[in-house]
């Protein structure tokens, strides 16, 4: 079982700006794709960004233009950053690496233990 460790949530009000890290273990940032998805209460888990591990980013629609996906990779990190939060932003922050099938999908092999990011005036 591959490790990741996200970090970063926290409570924010809406406007505000919040940067996630997921910390993978080095085969894993090194060979495989790493995306990031969240889950509001009562929702399915959605994509909302990926990292390849050749450094492309995909975005899903929802959080373009607002958010961010990169990498360091003397830390093994990858970060999302995330900028102009609203409300809806809400919700259980995961990274996962190793997608399955389309980047999309919540079908990855290993998956972090989230992060909560609350987004409330």
């Known amino acids: 079982q591959e490790q990741l460790v996200e970090s970063g949530g926290g409570l924010v009000q809406p406007g505000d700006s919040l940067r996630l890290s997921c910390v993978a273990s080095?085969?894993?940032?090194?060979?495989?794709?790493i995306g990031w998805f969240r889950q509001a209460p009562g929702s399915e888990r959605e994509a909302i960004s990926l990292?390849?591990?050749?450094?492309?980013?995909h975005y899903a629609d929802s959080v373009k233009g607002r958010f961010t996906i990169s990498r360091d990779n003397a830390k093994k990190t990858i970060y999302l950053e995330m900028k102009t939060l609203k409300t809806e932003d809400t919700g259980v922050y995961y990274c996962?690496?190793?997608?399955?099938?389309?980047?999309?999908?919540?079908?990855?092999?290993?998956w972090g233990q989230g992060t909560q990011v609350t987004v409330s005036s």
């Open positions: 996962a690496a190793n997608p399955l099938r389309n980047w999309w999908e919540p079908n990855y092999a290993w």
């Open positions: 080095q085969r894993v940032f090194d060979y495989y794709d």
């Open positions: 990292m390849t591990s050749t450094g492309l980013t």
